[in-house]
């Protein structure tokens, strides 16, 4: 009755159907905003960071890398395969937003604004057969260098000094010339120089001696493109500390350490322990290392009454490696007097992250179960630095 002398009130009744109005609109379903179009222009011949599979579908790490970072954010991502020199023009222009790769220069800091965090450092190397593998790379001043025309490479090896460089129009065709023996030293970036030699069948060519150049590469965004850059940062940052960024890592950069493999290197550590001197923990423990060219190198503890001067037997085995001119190692373990496995020391961890993020330990999380982890996986925050040049 007062509801039907209410509707009477023309007021009241204008009152009551803006109310109503006002809880429809209340109650109305958002409407979603559409994905924020992103462009990812990517050097189509730069395996494994960007390239095109046979299909022609883009792959590559820095490919993986931009997709888990953006995964969480709505965003729609157009995958662009270019040239090189087509990447810097079209992000410079706008035609595509976002490219990785990059090195920082201050010309492309005019030109581009660049994430916080690397992708991952870009090595330098020379690479040799077994035959002329060297401890330290100026010992192959003199000698025949294949590398790729025109590239950054052809610089830094011009700059090196002292080598007879020969010119190739690919890095293919210089690491071939390697291979058949037309050259003795092969100069290019580590991880694309291992992607090929893996890739042709190239055998047992590997780095030797320390980078001649390391420099950080990046994601870069066009200069508008600042909550795109926002999100990067983000995601980068997401990624590392979910582990996303060390499986994708493992992915394209860490070969697989085989059964056989695996049982070489367990039983040169444990036979490694005879020789230990372990006087005050009565503790022998045996370690081996494979380095990247193939070989085992074996070491043991040596105590001493001063604790901080003794080495544990994982430290001992690189140090002996170093010391024979390896630098790059694939995979490493410790073993216990029963002949349980080992996990490395904390200190013994950052001693390995010196040489690489990539370097598979040997676990144990339970008894008669070991599983492979990488450094870094085992070490997230390490202390990370670099020295401005390893020559000298």
């Known amino acids: 009755m007062h509801f039907r002398n209410a509707l009477r009130n023309p007021l009241t009744a204008v009152l009551l159907f803006s109310a ?9 379903p958002a409407v979603a905003e559409p994905p924020m179009k992103v462009i990812y222009g990517f050097d189509r011949e730069y395996p494994p960071y960007s390239f095109e599979e046979a299909a022609g579908k883009p792959a590559g790490f820095d490919v993986d890398l931009i997709q888990a970072i953006l995964q969480e954010d709505n965003v729609r991502l157009i995958m662009r395969p270019l040239t090189w020199d087509q990447v810097q023009v079209e992000l410079s222009a706008g035609n595509i937003q976002v490219s990785s790769g990059l090195a920082v220069t201050k010309q492309r800091q005019l030109l581009y604004k660049f994430a916080d965090k690397p992708t991952m450092p870009m090595q330098i190397k020379l690479f040799t057969k077994p035959a002329a593998r060297v401890g330290n790379v100026t010992l192959l001043r003199g000698q025949t260098v294949a590398v790729e025309k025109g590239s950054y490479q052809q ?37 694309t120089a291992y992607y090929l030699i893996d890739k042709l069948k190239l055998g047992t060519i590997t780095a030797v001696g320390t980078p001649l ?16 850059l926002a999100m990067i940062n983000r995601g980068m940052l997401r ?26 290197l367990y039983t040169a550590a444990r036979n490694a322990a005879i020789n230990a001197y372990a006087p005050y923990s009565r503790v022998p423990v045996g370690a081996a290392v494979l380095t990247r060219s193939g070989r085992i190198v074996t070491g043991c503890n040596v105590e001493n009454s001063l604790i901080s001067e003794s080495q544990t037997a994982l430290r001992t085995a ?51 179960k070991v599983e492979l982890k990488m450094v870094s996986e085992l070490l997230p925050y390490p202390h990370d630095s670099r020295p401005q040049s390893y020559q000298y």
């Open 239 to 264: 990624i590392i500390q979910n582990g996303e960024y060390d499986r994708i890592y493992r992915k394209w950069f860490v070969p697989d350490l085989h059964p056989e493999e695996y049982t070489a």
């Open 155 to 191: 610089r830094v090896l011009e700059e090196f000094g002292g080598l007879n460089i020969k010119l190739y129009r690919s890095k293919t065709e210089a690491l071939k010339a390697l291979y058949n023996d037309e050259v003795v030293a092969y100069g290019g970036p580590t991880q």
């Open 213 to 228: 150049v390391v420099s950080d590469t990046y994601f870069a965004v066009n200069r508008d493109q600042d909550k795109l």
């Open 20 to 28: 109503v109005l006002v809880l429809c609109a209340a109650v109305r």
């Open 318 to 368: 690189v140090l002996k490696a170093v010391s024979e001119g390896e630098y790059e190692f694939r995979a490493v373990v410790s073993v216990a007097p029963d002949g349980s496995v080992m996990a490395p020391s904390a200190g013994d961890r950052q001693f390995l992250y010196e040489f690489g993020r990539g370097i598979l330990c040997v676990v144990q999380p339970q008894a008669g």
